[in-house]
């Protein structure tokens, strides 16, 4: 086990090109320098969230100026075998990349994409992993996550954003597998050991509060944060949106006994760093989960389980999310205009929520008796 993790956390209140520069220069500087996690020659992955087709404003995908920051600083500290990728759940790494402004920096600056089309499997810990070839031919990999909320999950942070190395085709399927936010969880550790990413650097600037990691609404942090440690840097994220660590379920995998918060003035208390640079009213799910997985408790303890629900007033019917629900036999079809839900099928794992293009679906309590009335509701 791990003594100490250490975070770095650094202001950087707009995406000017200039100030993510220092922002992130600093925020490595102050874990000890980018020689700390490569060495010369290493081919390094950047692998930023691009979950699916969205611009930067949405605040849905790592920002440009991030990526951009990020390559320019470790070829001007000699690292010259730079690449990135990721791989969305329903759009091709192009698509996704050229929307959220991505594919334009890395021309700029000569960045090649990784291959994220084909996969090899890995197996890890008793697990296979359909894992990018991008990401298995890459030496090392620089993790550059969005701090946003999360449906299942309460928070995607450093954790969660290693899921996009998985083939697209196949995250979905992985929820079947792993239907609850507690196995989820657990399997995005084995993963995140599998791949070893070296190095965490977390966009900040502009969060995503609420209905995250897609249909939720922007909002400033004004933070860059980075560390080695990917739960050490989800905790700190919890405690700077006052949400108790231990209810984000990635963060039961944590390592290090004790995490320090390292700034520009030197080391600071958990205490002063959410008074300095915190947000207490953010926006997340702070209930009691009870999605376990299992279809009689879910049946039971329906006044507490949150299950995803269709706005018909913002729905265009383009029927995105019948085709990412993984069940086989689907949880959501067409009746008349609207898609309806099975919530007798229907596991909870919001990859609905995640991919719907018009921010329709939102995750709501159970009423009394609503789960229990039946299928095939909106």
């Not at 190095?199 to 509060?209: F, K, N, P, Q, R």
Request: glycine content about 6%; aromatic content about 6%.
């Amino acid at each position: 086990m791990e003594e100490r993790a250490v975070v770095s956390l650094v202001k950087c209140e707009s995406y000017s090109e200039e100030e993510v520069y220092r922002s992130i220069q600093t925020a490595v500087a102050l874990l000890g320098g980018w020689q700390l996690f490569f060495q010369i020659g290493e081919k390094i992955l950047l692998k930023p969230n691009l979950l699916r087709k969205a611009t930067p404003e949405e605040a849905i995908t790592t920002h440009p100026a991030v990526m951009k920051a990020v390559a320019l600083l470790l070829r001007e500290a000699g690292f010259d075998q730079l690449s990135y990728g990721d791989s969305p759940a329903n759009h091709s790494m192009e698509v996704a990349s050229r929307a959220a402004g991505l594919t334009k920096v890395a021309e700029e600056i000569g960045l090649p994409a990784a291959d994220f089309h084909q996969s090899r499997t890995v197996e890890f810990e008793g697990l296979r992993f359909a894992i990018c070839n991008g990401a298995l031919d890459a030496d090392a990999i620089l993790n550059l996550p969005k701090m946003k909320t999360h449906a299942l999950e309460r928070i995607t942070g450093a954790v969660k954003n290693t899921y996009g190395c998985i083939h697209g085709i196949q995250k979905a399927a992985g929820h079947t597998q792993f239907p609850d936010a507690r196995s989820l969880a657990g399997m995005l550790s084995k993963l995140e050991r599998a791949l070893k990413p070296r190095l965490h650097i977390m966009d900040a600037v502009v969060a995503m509060e609420g209905n995250g990691p897609a249909s939720g609404d922007p909002v400033k942090m004004n933070l860059i944060l980075a560390s080695a440690n990917p739960y050490a840097l989800d905790e700190v994220f919890c405690r700077l949106i006052a949400l108790n660590p231990a209810m984000a379920p990635t963060n039961a995998y944590n390592p290090a006994r004790e995490v320090l918060i390292r700034t520009s003035q030197g080391e600071i208390s958990w205490k002063d760093a959410v008074q300095l640079y915190g947000k207490k009213d953010f926006r997340v799910d702070r209930g009691i989960k009870t999605n376990t997985g299992s279809k009689a408790l879910r049946r039971v303890s329906g006044i507490l389980q949150k299950r995803p629900v269709i706005r018909r007033d913002l729905c265009k019917s383009c029927m995105a999310c019948i085709e990412i629900c993984p069940l086989s036999g689907k949880a959501l079809k067409m009746q008349g205009k609207f898609p309806v839900y099975d919530y007798d099928a229907c596991i909870r794992c919001f990859c609905c929520q995640e991919m719907c293009p018009h921010q329709a679906i939102v995750p709501r309590q159970s009423l009394p008796g609503k789960i229990l009335a039946g299928k095939w509701r909106h």
